[in-house]
């Protein structure tokens, strides 16, 4: 069975390095692609969405419709081969951004839909 470190790194309960299984991994990278900022990672300087930029922005539907697009194209360039994003909606309200996605993880099959808060 396989196991990947999980996000955010801690100690599990046994005292040794916490994991995650497939689809919990895939949750994770999904946190970690949509709250890394493009240019923050040195040797993948295009990883990541600029959702928390959207905080400072004036929240326009044309605005938050445009950001919803270009978050579902970093998640299809990113993890493609790892998720199919089936829904996503994405809203922003007294500086928090909150991303709902609903997706499948191709190797497992397994639907989830999960909730993705933050401030920057």
């Known amino acids: ?21 497939l ?3 895939a949750r994770d990278l999904i946190e970690q692609l949509l709250f890394t900022s493009p240019g923050e990672r040195v040797m993948r300087p ?8 959207l905080v400072f ?16 194209a970093s998640l299809q360039r990113w993890l493609g081969d ?8 994405l809203t922003v309200h007294g500086g928090t951004v909150r991303v709902d996605v609903h997706y499948t993880v191709r190797r497992t099959g397994n639907d989830r839909e999960d909730v993705f808060e933050g401030k920057p």
Not at 57 to 72: D, Q, W
Not at 82 to 89: F, S
Request: with cysteine.
């Open 1 to 21: 069975m396989r196991t990947d470190i999980a996000f955010p790194f801690r100690i599990g309960a046994r005292g040794r390095t916490a994991t995650a299984d």
């Open 23 to 25: 689809d919990e991994h």
């Open 46 to 53: 295009g990883f990541g969405c600029g959702l928390l930029d």
């Open 57 to 72: 922005a004036p929240t326009a539907p044309e605005l938050i419709a445009a950001l919803e697009l270009s978050v579902r």
């Open 82 to 89: 790892l998720v199919e994003v089936r829904a996503l909606d």
